[in-house]
T-cell receptor, first 114, second 115 residues
Framework: QQQVKQSPQSLIVQKGGISIINCAYE??????FPWYQQFPGKGPALLIA?????SEKKEGRFTISFNKSAKQFSLHIMDSQPGDSATYFC?????????????FGKGTHLIIQP | NAGVTQTPKFRVLKTGQSMTLLCAQD?????MYWYRQDPGMGLRLIHY???????AKGEVPDGYNVSRLKKQNFLLGLESAAPSQTSVYFC??????????????FGQGTRLTVV
């Protein structure tokens, strides 16, 4: 049973464009939603995270949009650069109980074409 | 500052062989995790530990065992390797569980092939 559904599986964006990756979750107890970035041969690393009491969080060119009623959240990469090419994972977890660790989406392989 | 270190980085096993993957963290984190990553499957939790001497099952624990004898180390064992265990294994650690701004730090991964 997949608790976090991520789309698309792969994405190609031109340099300077906007990359958008979407995730939907089922467990309403989730209250922490991070995005992880993984370069080839490396482990995932935290990129940006949001809690459900805000609808948007921005850090540089990266923005998370969160829709609590729809149980959806998305990552927007503005002015996408070739260095952003990586696999992106959305995730969710529950504070104080429930499944331990992070529940991950299946990942999006992003390619930014120069 | 090494962070999370996994040993070995690569390994080829024959079916039925056993091995242990070692994870070491130097951040004094309480929580440690083992994930496996397979194409199109994302990261799936195998086992985790909430402190020294504790372990618990995750989403896909069958065929694996773990031990956390020291706070800084988390070992993942395969008693009788099977081709279905061919995967990239990631260890991670975090200061606490599920709180906002709690970052999970990942190792560089161990690529295991079972033939």
């Amino acid at each position: 049973q997949q608790q976090v559904k991520q789309s698309p599986q792969s994405l190609i964006v031109q340099k300077g464009g906007i990359s958008i990756i979407n995730c939907a979750y089922e467990n309403t107890a989730f209250d922490y939603f991070p995005w992880y970035q993984q370069f080839p041969g490396k482990g995932p690393a935290l990129l940006i995270a949001i809690r459900p009491d805000v609808s948007e969080k921005k850090e540089g060119r990266f923005t998370i949009s969160f829709n609590k009623s729809a149980k959806q959240f998305s990552l927007h990469i503005m002015d996408s650069q070739p260095g952003d090419s990586a696999t992106y994972f959305c995730a969710a977890s529950v504070e104080g109980g429930g499944a331990d660790g992070l529940t991950f989406g299946k990942g999006t392989h992003l390619i930014i074409q120069p | 500052n090494a962070g999370v270190t996994q040993t070995p980085k690569f390994r080829v096993l024959k079916t039925g062989q056993s091995m242990t993957l070692l994870c070491a963290q130097d951040m004094n984190h309480e929580y440690m995790y083992w994930y496996r990553q397979d194409p199109g499957m994302g990261l799936r939790l195998i086992h985790y530990s909430v402190g020294e001497g504790t372990t618990a099952k995750g989403e896909v624990p069958d065929g694996y065992n773990v031990s956390r004898l020291k706070k800084q180390n988390f070992l993942l064992g395969l008693e009788s390797a099977a081709p279905s265990q061919t995967s990239v294994y990631f260890c991670a650690s975090s200061y606490s569980r599920g709180f906002m701004n709690t970052e999970a730090f990942f190792g560089q991964g161990t690529r295991l092939t079972v033939v």
